[in-house]
């Protein structure tokens, strides 16, 4: 994984702006009776619960090895990153869009309108400066990719959720702020139900990506692409090395494993083939830290 970015910080700019946009969406939906509104609250329970379960995960994969798991804890926060994406998708997605269908049922008039919005406007405004902080941490390791192809290379869950739950949220509030207005100016209640059914459609969307995306490094991925095509022209470059035959890696949270088969530059002395490989280890280790384990096999054939 790419050490730059302070995922950490991302996770808590995320989980301060949540609990302070929880707290006046409920008292906005209280006061209006907006179905947008409520499904907008229940969004940032769901997304300050998830924060604090990835604050939870970060922690656990830290842990040390022990004898039960000898390579660590460090893929413990993929499964707590596919929990999230799991509780955004049925808490918070599939609750919006049964309150959008039984609002289209029962439609029923907001009151207040106004304060939804200036509620739905200090929302958005919050919302964005958790996605700055995010996106500021996610430039340091984007290494000018875009974000979509960063979104699909990115071994770091806990950022790719973080990102996610933001456009998300800022995407909901944009069309829940739509649908109050509509309804104010129509005087019709079936966009503010509406409105409540897209916002419960956008998250199953978002949550099946993130969750499609925490799937496959559960199941198990090598280091990004860039860094694995550095790691072998770093190899490559070795005078040590005459061939490389192959390369596996292995993403573990922040930690990797790498196992190397090559064949040595010839000597007459198995010592100095030897010392070769533990010259290229200690170099390799020092150029790549976050390879915790590295595997060197000399070979002459593939």
């Given at each position: 994984m790419s050490h730059g970015a302070d995922t950490t910080k991302s996770i808590l700019f995320a989980l301060v702006a949540n609990f302070l946009i929880a707290i006046a969406k409920f008292v906005a939906a209280y006061i209006t009776k907006s179905g947008s509104m409520l499904a907008e609250a229940i969004h940032s329970v769901v997304d300050t619960s998830n924060q604090v379960l990835l604050l939870m995960g970060l922690k656990?994969?830290?842990?040390?090895?022990?004898d039960e798991h000898p390579l660590g804890h460090g893929k413990?926060?993929?499964?707590?990153?596919?929990?999230?994406a799991l509780i955004l998708f049925s808490l918070g997605g599939v609750y919006a869009i049964y309150e959008g269908i039984h609002k289209m049922q029962n439609p029923q008039p907001i009151n207040a309108p106004l304060i939804a919005i200036g509620v739905l406007v200090f929302s958005i405004v919050a919302e964005g400066f958790s996605l700055w902080g995010?996106?500021?941490?996610?430039?340091?390791?984007?290494?000018?990719?875009?974000?979509?192809?960063w979104f699909r290379e990115s071994r770091q869950s806990e950022l790719l959720v973080v990102f996610g739950e933001d456009i998300a949220a800022i995407s909901g509030l944009v069309f829940a702020l739509i649908a109050i207005i509509l309804t104010m100016v129509t005087g019709d209640p079936i966009y503010d139900a509406i409105g409540t059914l897209v916002i419960g459609i956008l998250l199953v969307i978002i949550a099946i990506f993130l969750g499609k995306e925490v799937k496959d490094l559960l199941i198990g991925q090598g280091v990004e692409p860039h860094i694995r095509q550095e790691m072998?022209?770093?190899?490559t470059a070795n005078n040590k090395i005459e061939k490389?035959?192959?390369?596996?890696?292995?993403?573990?949270?922040?930690?990797?494993?790498?196992?190397?088969?090559?064949?040595?530059?010839?000597?007459?002395?198995?010592?100095?083939?030897?010392?070769?490989i533990n010259e290229c280890e200690?170099?390799?280790?020092?150029?790549?830290?976050?390879?915790?384990?590295?595997?060197?096999?000399?070979?002459?054939?593939?």
């Open positions: 656990h994969s830290k842990m040390p090895p022990t413990s926060i993929y499964f707590w990153s596919f929990i999230v995010c996106i500021r941490e996610i430039n340091k390791v984007r290494y000018n990719r875009s974000f979509s192809k072998m022209d770093t190899l490389i035959f192959n390369l596996l890696s292995l993403q573990m949270g922040d930690d990797v494993m790498v196992a190397i088969k090559a064949k040595m530059v010839e000597t007459n002395s198995a010592t100095k083939i030897i010392d070769d200690v170099e390799f280790k020092l150029k790549y830290p976050q390879v915790k384990w590295l595997f060197f096999e000399p070979d002459n054939k593939d």
